[in-house]
């Protein structure tokens, strides 16, 4: 009929990030491949004490969701700061994308992604410390997210010396 | 690994693809680009943007001619809110080019044709509106525009038609009116005055029987909720009256007139509306809803009145960038908040009123809920000094009018408000809404604060929610969601039936029992049904059920996960203790004990349980309308698990038939690719097995897609049956004490019920037939269906069916 003005009506929102799982059995084109048909997303900046319930409420509201898995703590095996929102479509996620992420919830923004798909041993965090890698070496306070980045934990609280 | 060659990437939606660099395709991008932003990001006027445009293209047109065609009839269809940039673009070209004005006009004609046959609606009344406004540019002559017109108000002479059709081809002609009623009026005005005339006539005839059920509130004070075509009619009513003087348009070729009026004009081809079709889908019918005045905007510009045309147009062109930019809420927001010409109206009360109005549109919004929740807070961030409090007094007249307004819309407003509230930490005058604390907890005023409380509840958690309300509100915060166990030493349950055979059971489940070991143990619980265990133990057992399933959700009451684990693992044991009905209808009753202060987690469980076939969707809905949900049947959640339910079946039986198309589609294909091939004898022997094959899983997917049908027929027959039985005791009741029926909860009862014919009125009306034998030929009810002249097809009427006691002496409750 006429031109579709590709140019205007971009869907930015849906698109995928620059971020690829370095532990992605697979390889580039494969892992986008996926990344384009997913109906999972990775939420991100969630506070340690975020419910599954609260994920459910906040992302129902862009249709049926068929499954989450919260992130754990590898060593402690407690909530670590993110999850996995997996929907029964792809139209859903995308509506995610479009109009949850970079809203608030339990009043931090948080932050949604393409996901490849859940694996077994993805919901563990892969910062040396059992957390999430960017709690490693953030240098801010967050008391939702343990305090202090790890790294500066330790600066901050030296070895005791050992006095006699 | 890559088995594919990257070429064969071919998915779309990328706008930084690399591209191949051919020159054709960059141009054309290039001709998209100039031609979608013009005027955009520029220091210079749009006039001077358009006349270096109109250059650009004219020097382009040997060359691109057909794309150029081609993108500006794509701006015409998509960019309604740019009308008159683009028609002044178009006039510019026609007076350099007079060839390529009539090659465009031929073009647009060709596009309004096939956009009618392909049922987009509202995509051809911006091509018609372009048209009416390329009039002004002198690009088409008005007579020939009259002429169009009169053979779309023809149509309404048209026998046997639906109402709608008629509808749209009144609706083409009025809303051009505010572009281009003062030219067609200075040229033609016996004709156009013949026309509206005509309008008129068929204005004061139609029916209008569908208004009741698509306003959001039954009052009519402060602002009534118009009918569509009767609100427009009231505005060019007006415009007329002041000799069309339009003054918020935006016309760029008013500055081109000494160029323009140089051109020559191009005649309309005669344009014949195509006839009705069967598989026609007219828009519905709707209602304009407006929630302000301008005594509502206390200070700045005036915002136009209900019936001036510039309000026409203000929420015309709102709507549109909505529609345009619903995908990208930034863009969306800031677009919005440059309409051009906002420095005369209140503008950001027009942008609120739009958003509600969109949200609370009956049956569904043009958008999911929550894209209206994220504009709000896009436009609240672009303009924090402003937006918020417009946005909060809007809050608080929806809180003050929530009496008379449309259940359905409470819901969404509820949704909406508390969502907001999760984005800017619960912040909220409570205290101005302390009115509803002395009010009775059914009214509207209580349960709307309740419903909200409770949604803030689910977004954070319950303590929270008592440290934001002051204490005077304590009755409305929401129970904390804790399960209740009946098998504890605490609740006095060690004197239950069946107590010890509940800690066996949990026992047994701690020590990873199986499902058989968990049959085996339950064998020893009586069967209070029974007085002797005559089919050993297999018949329907409440009290089994009760002790299994408490049992369970207490040990995997941890989260939501531990429950659906719980569910998958003893599937086996829930599948033999619901076969019955009456077992389907005892665990959802057995759920509801154990977390009725947590209606979230309840939603959750029916929804896996639907899921994996341990309940079927009609126990879902017994359930809900079963005495023991009575004191919940208002409650939000308890409507959320039937509009849930409903979904899913619906869901259910769309897949299946998609099953079966493509299987249909797979043996037609195959067929025709042996049919081309020649006959090979090897090909034969092995087609024909495959031919078989695939007949056989025709024949399976036929018959599970009418099994499935049948399930979805019963749960409408079921919710049905069951809505007209509690109405029908409810007015006897009232009737026999001599009460007003019209109370709350009557109210709450049949708006839901109005809502689920409204949503689902296509599905309905295949089963329509059955429906009416069973449940509306009884005595006591008459049903009255649209008066759908075409009675073949749906064609976008639905079922009016409200209820009130019949007019006249009859003694009949009418389904009006």
Known sequence: ?????????????????????????????????????????????????????????????????????????????????????????????????????????????????????????????????????????RQDYDPARGGYGKITQLQRAPEPRHKF | MSRRRHSDENDGGQSHKRRRTSEPIEIEDRLESLICRVGEKSTSSLESNLEGLAGVLEADLPNYKSKILRILCAVARLLPEKLTVYTTLVGLLNARNYNFGGEFVEAMIRQLKETLKSNLYNE????????????????????????????????????????????????????SLPWVGKELYEKKDVEMDRLLNQIDGYL??????????????????????????????????????????????????????????????????PFTPPP???????????????????????????????????????????????????????????????????????????????????????????????????LLIELCKLQPGSLPQVLAQATEMLYMRLDSMNTTCIDRLINWFSHHLSNFQFRWSWDDWADCLTQDLEKPKPKFVKEVLEKCMRLSYHQRIVDIVPPTFSALIPANPIYMYKYTEESNG???????????????????????????????????????????????????????????????????????????????????????????????????????????????????????????????????????????????????????????????????????????EKLEKLQLKRKDSGDEEDMEKNSDEEDGQLEEQIERLQEKVESAQSEQK??????????????????????????????PWYKNCIERLQQIFLMHHVTIQQYMGTLENLLFTAENWTITSWPCTSSSVPCSMYLSLFCSPCSCECGKQSLV
């Not at chain 2, 008005?142 to 009144?170: G, H, K």
């Open chain 1, 1 to 137: 009929m006429s031109a579709q003005l590709n140019a205007l009506f971009s869907d930015s929102y849906v698109d995928i990030s620059q971020y690829r799982d370095q532990h992605f059995k697979g390889n580039r084109y494969e892992q986008e491949k996926l990344l384009k048909q997913s109906s999972t997303l990775y939420v991100g900046n969630l506070s340690f004490y975020t419910t599954e319930e609260q994920v459910y409420e906040l992302f129902s509201k862009s249709g049926d969701v068929k499954r989450i898995i919260i992130g754990l703590d590898k060593v402690k095996k407690t909530a670590c700061g993110f999850c996995f929102v997996e929907y029964y479509t792809r139209a859903d996620a995308e509506n995610a994308m479009r109009y949850i992420n970079g809203t608030r919830l339990d009043d931090r923004i948080i932050r949604t992604d393409w996901d490849a798909g859940f694996k077994e041993g993805r919901q563990y965090g892969r910062g040396k410390s059992g957390g999430q890698v960017r709690d490693e070496y």
């Open chain 2, 124 to 175: 051809a009344v911006y091509l018609v509106r372009f048209l009416c406004d390329l009039v002004n540019c002198h690009v088409i002559a008005a007579p020939s525009m009259v002429a169009m017109f009169e053979n779309f108000v023809s149509v309404i002479q048209e026998e046997d038609v639906p109402q709608v059709r008629c509808d749209w081809y009144v609706y083409a002609v009025l809303s």
């Open chain 2, 204 to 269: 004061k005839r139609r029916q209008k029987t569908h208004l009741p059920m698509l306003q959001v509130w039954t009052a009519d004070k402060p602002h009534p909720q118009e009918e569509y075509l009767d609100c427009l009619w009231a505005q060019i009513q007006k415009l007329k009256k002041d000799r069309w003087q339009e003054r918020h348009i935006l016309r760029p070729y008013i500055a081109f007139d000494s160029v323009l009026c140089e051109a020559l004009q191009h005649n309309l081809p």
């Open chain 2, 276 to 374: 009705h079709m069967d598989d026609a889908t007219y828009p519905m019918p709707r209602v304009v809803f407006r929630m302000f005045d301008y005594t509502d905007a206390p200070e700045g510009p005036v915002m136009p009145g209900s019936h001036s045309v510039e309000r026409f147009v203000i929420e015309e062109n709102l709507h549109c960038i909505i529609k345009s930019h619903w995908r990208e809420r930034k863009t969306c927001a800031a677009q919005l908040l440059s309409y051009p010409g906002k420095n005369k109206i209140p503008l950001n009360y027009h942008i609120v009123e739009v958003i509600f109005g969109e949200l609370f549109q009956l049956p569904s919004p043009p958008n999911i809920d929550v894209m209206y929740t994220t």
């Open chain 2, 494 to 664: 060690t004197s239950l039936p069946g107590y010890a055979v509940a800690i066996a059971v949990s026992n047994a489940i701690k020590n990873r029992a199986s499902n058989d070991e968990i049959l085996t143990v339950l064998k020893d619980v009586p069967n209070p049904n029974q007085e002797v265990d005559d089919d050993g133990g297999e018949g329907f057992n409440p009290l089994k059920i009760e002790v299994f399933l408490q049992t369970l959700l207490n040990l995997a009451a941890k989260s939501f996960s531990h429950s659906f684990s719980a569910l998958a693992k003893f599937h086996e044991v829930l599948k033999v203790l619901t076969e019955s009905d009456e077992g389907k209808l005892h665990i959802l009753r057995v759920v509801y004990e154990v977390w009725r202060n947590h209606p979230q987690m309840i939603a959750v469980l029916v929804d896996k349980m639907i899921r994996t076939q341990i309940v079927d969707c009609a126990a879902v809905a017994n359930w809900i309308f079963s005495p023991d949900m009575a004191h919940d049947f208002t409650r939000l959640y308890v409507w959320e698990i039937l509009y849930s339910t409903i979904r899913k079946m619906n869901k259910h039986v769309q897949k299946i038939q998609k099953e079966l198309e493509d299987s249909k």
């Open chain 2, 714 to 743: 019963n749960l409408f027959l079921v919710i049905f049956q069951r809505f007209i039985m509690m109405l029908t005791e409810h007015l006897v009741r009232c009737e026999t004490g001599s009460v007003d029926f019209n109370t």
